[in-house]
Structure formats: C-alpha cells, structure tokens
C-alpha cells in the first residue's frame, strides 16, 4: 500500500494529455466482442477496470490482441460459455454490462468480484433479464454479486427498471437485447440519471450497426431483434471525469493548466465540470481539443448545483466549494451512496478531518467554504475520493497524507505522476 504526501502548493503550471475515456474504452471492447469481424481500438484507456472488461470479454470467446496503440480485437456474434468464473475485479460496469451478455451464450455464466463490488446492488437488472426470459440470480439473494446467469438466448419483450440506481443497468440491456428472439421494449419507470452515459452507449451502439430508438425523454428504448454487431474502429477520447480532479486543481491553487485530448464536441455529461468551474468564478478556456484554467483571480464562490446526470464529478464539486466564499448546496448525489464506496459518507468525513464544513443530505451536501488544513486521509479504497482529497490537500495548509493511493489506478494510473509534472509538492513512500 503506497502513501501520497502533499504539502500546500502555492502554483501549479504546465499541460497534462487528459487520459483516455473509462465509459468510451468499456462500451467500445464490449461491442467490438460482439461483432462478427475485426475492430480496432487505438488509444484506449488502459487501468484496473478495463483490464477486468478485457478478460471478461476474452473469456466469453473473444480474442483480443494489444499492438501498439492500442488492440485489435476478434469478435464472435454469439458469445462462448466461459470456461471459469467471470472475475470483474472492482469495475461494476464490466459487471452490469455483461450480465445480459452472458445470457446469449449457451450454458451458465458467474460473475463475481471484489468485496467492494460483491456490495453493490444488481437487484433492478436481474429482474428487468427475468422479465425477457433470462433466469438469473444473485448467489447470497441479497440482490448483489456474485451473479449466476443461465444461458439459452434472452426471449425479448417487454421489461421495466428503475432508471435513479445506476444508467449501468440499462446500457447493460442496450448491449444484449439487439440479439434477443423478439422485439424488446425497455419501459425506464423513474427518472433516468446519468443519461450522458446512456447516450454514449447508443453512440457506441450506433457505430457497430445497432439500432435503437429511445424516446425523447429516454423513459422508453425500442430495440429490434436478430440485429448483427459489425466491426468498427475506435479511437478514444480523452476523459473529462478524469481531467475534473486536475482542472480543479489548477482553480483551488489560482494556476494556469491546460488539459489536452479533451473534445469540444463530446457526449460526455462531466464536461459539465467546465460550467461549474465558470460559475464558481474560475477563468476557463475552451478550444477545439483542450481547456484551459487560469486561476480565480477574484477566489471562488459558492453555488447551488444538480450533479444528477454527472455523478463522477460530485467528489471533486466538493473539494472545489470548500475553498469557495459563502455557501455551496451541492444535489442529485444520492446514488453515490452505493458507489465503490458510500461516496457521501467518504468525502464528507474525510474533508471534515481537514477543517470542512460539511452537512450530509439525503441528496448530497450543504458546505460552507473557508478553506482546509492537512490530514490523514483514508480514501475508502475509493479512486475519486483519493484523487479528490488529493486536490484538496494543495490549497490546505500543512501536510496532508493519503493513505493507500494505489486505488487510484481502478481508473487514471498516472495521476500521481501528472499531479507532480504540473509542480504538486507530493512525494510517494
């Protein structure tokens, strides 16, 4: 386990290439598996929770091969029994997305994980596949991992879900349901979060020759049954949720840092990160391919924001406001609760050990700015709440340690090291 020291650092500078999209690598190798043919993927993101996506898919008849740049992969339209259990490490997408998956295979499929996801719930998605004929189960009956589903083909037809506990388990039915025997209609029976996700799914879906039809308002999915995936060669973008915690930085500390491979045009909601940066005060740049922060001359302001549709960006939001003048009600956090951990309870706990002011909700969190001071940290084992304790530890006056930061590498392997290459006063030990 390796420990992150940071003292306050009065001045960040430099350029850091944004690391590739986690949601645009996931969604791309599940729908290159799915494709009769080759697909390539160049300049994919390569951390814990890949990794996980790309051994699952391997294991359901994929080949999968890493050239330079990135991997070429080998698909097959009808995915293979696995010969072991499907490992998903701590990646809850690989789970969520391959569960209806496995269905189209011949014989029984176990996915399973580690602790952290042998916690969060599955519940709505077994019961949305029992509805189109699937039998599945969770193994404890408690609604979570470890999963066993029996294969044989997915019957189609209709299935309701609930759309407020993870957009997951609905890209998950999007990846399945094309191959079903029948037209599938996907009735969404609360309102649907994190719908940036659910677009990209469609986006990705798209390009390998699937049709769907969403209502306006994605409270209904048609899918047409016995499509065929064909191949598609990606090229990932950069990731916004990732770039957050480094933007965010260069706010708390009044720095210039420009964030590279960062696309204008993107159907990614954590772009959302560059409003709220704006309307706290932060001087904010965008082009075509970059976004640049130069600073909050004037310091930082409270807000009032709804992260429903991008809840990646809620711990980074709340190092953010306590630096900011005045008071910041951050809403729409609810589902972080069943997170890699409970990711209200993790940051509030941890920004209180540095001096914050921070009341829980229901749906979030009300703080009142002021600023930090150093701590311990522990991060829960969970990767946002490492990097965003992080961030805050370098506007925070003393030293901060961050305990066991290697969970960063679930999702962005090369924080440390970009943190330092912008000027962080950090060393690992």
Avoid: W
């Avoid at 094309?178 to 990705?204: C, G, H």
């Avoid at 609810?334 to 890699?340: A, H, I």
């Avoid at 960063?408 to 924080?415: G, I, Q």
């Amino acid at each position: 386990m390796t420990d992150l020291v940071i003292r306050k650092t009065e001045n960040l500078s430099g350029t850091v290439k944004a690391p590739p999209s986690k949601a645009y690598t996931h969604r791309a190798l599940i729908a290159a598996s799915l494709s009769e043919g080759r697909s390539s993927i160049q300049k994919p993101l390569s951390c814990d929770d890949t990794m996980a996506t790309i051994k699952a898919c391997s294991l359901l008849g994929a080949k999968i091969r890493k050239v330079e740049g990135g991997f070429i992969v080998d698909g097959a339209s009808k995915p293979a029994t696995p010969e072991d259990t499907i490992h998903c490490g701590d990646s809850a997408s690989t789970l969520r997305f391959l569960a209806p998956v496995c269905a189209l295979a011949d014989g029984i499929s176990v996915l399973t994980g580690n602790e952290g996801l042998r916690r969060r719930p599955m519940k709505p998605l077994l019961d949305a596949l029992r509805q189109l004929g699937v039998q599945c189960y969770s193994i404890r009956g408690d609604g979570c991992p470890p999963l066993i589903v029996f294969g044989g083909g997915i019957r189609g037809g209709g299935a309701s879900i609930r759309g407020d506990v993870s957009s997951q388990f609905v890209s998950g039915l999007l990846f399945g349901t094309p191959k079903a025997d029948r037209d599938t209609e996907i009735v969404v029976t609360t309102q649907l979060e994190s719908k940036p996700y659910v677009t990209m799914t469609l986006d990705v879906l798209h390009k390998h020759g699937i049709k769907v039809e969403p209502s306006p308002d994605y409270s209904r999915f048609s899918i047409l049954c016995g499509q065929v995936y064909t191949p598609f060669n990606h090229v990932i973008e950069g990731d916004y949720s990732s770039a957050a915690f480094l933007l965010a930085a260069a706010a708390i500390t009044n720095s210039y840092v420009k964030i590279t491979n960062l696309r204008r045009n993107t159907l990614q909601g954590d772009r959302k990160v560059v409003e709220v940066l704006q309307e706290m005060g932060s001087q904010v740049k965008v082009g075509e391919d970059y976004v640049e922060v130069l600073g909050a001359n004037q310091g930082l302001k409270g807000i009032e924001v709804d992260l429903r549709d991008t809840p990646d960006l809620v711990p980074v939001c709340a190092v953010l406001t306590c630096y900011a003048q005045g008071r910041t009600v951050i809403q729409g956090a609810g589902r972080l609760r069943f997170k890699e951990s409970d990711r209200i309870a993790s940051i509030s706990s941890e920004l209180r050990k540095m001096g914050g002011k921070i009341m829980e909700s229901e749906e979030g969190f009300i703080i009142e700015g002021g600023g930090l001071h150093g701590a311990e940290i522990d991060p829960h084992n969970d990767h946002r709440i490492a990097m965003a304790c992080a961030i805050a530890a370098l506007g925070a006056e003393g030293t901060t340690v961050i305990r066991g930061v290697d969970c960063v590498d679930k999702s962005y392997t090369d924080f440390v090291k970009d943190l330092l290459s912008l000027g962080g006063e950090a060393h690992v030990r």
